[in-house]
């Protein structure tokens, strides 16, 4: 399983995420409350990272984490994205822009089985790269 990065400026969210992650046996290794922050771990991250990364957080919002990602293209060829948010139509127009990462969009509250298949899809993404790669 990919290692997982929760970035949600709701703490009572970022819980439930890692309770739901970690019982279905993936590997939460961190959590952040903004944008910036996760740009931070993201670039930081030794290890391929599976982010699910809120739309609208302090400082830099989810669509800004991406496009800082679909800037830098190792960057963005390291790790996949899932965008969470309580309003899915307002976030597809800002995802799966021409040279962004894809990242699907996952509306809140979570259906529990769509956000699994989402990051399971994710953790497929990551390893057809590292395959292609190696």
Do not use: N
């Amino acid at each position: 399983m990919a290692h997982v990065l929760i970035a949600d400026d709701d703490e009572d969210t970022r819980y439930s995420l890692r309770e739901l992650l970690e019982d279905a046996g993936h590997v939460v290794v961190a959590e952040c409350g903004d944008g910036a922050a996760c740009l931070d771990l993201v670039r930081a991250s030794p290890d391929p990272l599976v982010v699910l990364l809120d739309y609208r957080m302090p400082r830099l919002d989810g669509v800004e984490v991406l496009r800082a990602v679909a800037a830098d293209s190792a960057l963005a060829a390291c790790h996949a994205f899932v965008l969470v948010t309580a309003s899915p139509r307002a976030a597809q127009p800002a995802v799966g822009l021409p040279g962004w990462p894809p990242a699907p969009v996952v509306g809140k509250p979570f259906d529990l089985t769509e956000l699994l298949e989402a990051v399971a899809e994710a953790e497929r993404r990551l390893r057809l790269r590292r395959e292609v790669a190696g």
